[in-house]
């Protein structure tokens, strides 16, 4: 998990470095509200504390998108909230892959360390609601015993750096990584993942 989180920061922030720095100008004010859409990957991770069948299901590895809406209350600090969607599948199963949705919610503070500036990094923290939603249950044998296994809910804890680029006083690029714990994704031998999301987004302030 170490090596994938470095990746998607890595990912995340070189990006941000090929734009690099451009003269000091305020660009987040009190009272602004921004709107942003996003795209990029998920990095999964084990969705069960024991193998099924012999094998040991994971959460795979692709595309999240989604919309963030913002409240400034001043140049450095925001309340953001976001909605997440992750079209996914469950692997490593002896029956195949089965399809997962992934959706969340999450309510999260932001501390803007350059708020006067065109390239503008920040730190990310917050909580939420995660809703798995498998297409069939996992079927298979736990210790010879047969077992179906369906989808669950539950609570989201996530954390994360980004930089904000503004290509005018309105319109911005968005670079983002996080880490994202999931209480669960299913309802019997659950464990909780651990995935990083690395994603690319534009946004408006207004």
Known sequence: MI???????GLALAGVSLLGAAPAMAQV???????????G??????VTDTAISGGKPKLDDDITYGVRYAYNFNPSWGLEMSLGSNPNSVTGLAGGD?????????????WHFRPYARLMPYLTAGAGYAVADLDV??????????????????????????AKYFVTDQFLIRFDARYRYLDA???RFADS?????????????F
Do not use: C, H, M
């Open 185 to 187: 994704v299913l309802d």
């Open 29 to 39: 004010e009190g009272a602004s509200q921004e709107l942003n859409v996003y795209a």
């Open 98 to 110: 089965i399809d997962i949705d992934l959706s969340t919610v999450d309510v999260n503070a932001v």
């Open 3 to 9: 090596n994938r989180t470095n990746i998607a920061v």
């Open 137 to 162: 249950p996992i079927r298979g044998t736990v210790n010879g015993q047969p077992v179906s296994i369906d989808d669950d809910n539950g609570f989201t804890l996530n954390v994360g750096v980004g």
């Open 41 to 46: 990957e998920i990095f999964g991770d084990d």
């Open 193 to 205: 993942p651990g995935t990083v999301e690395a994603t690319l987004g534009v946004g408006w302030k």
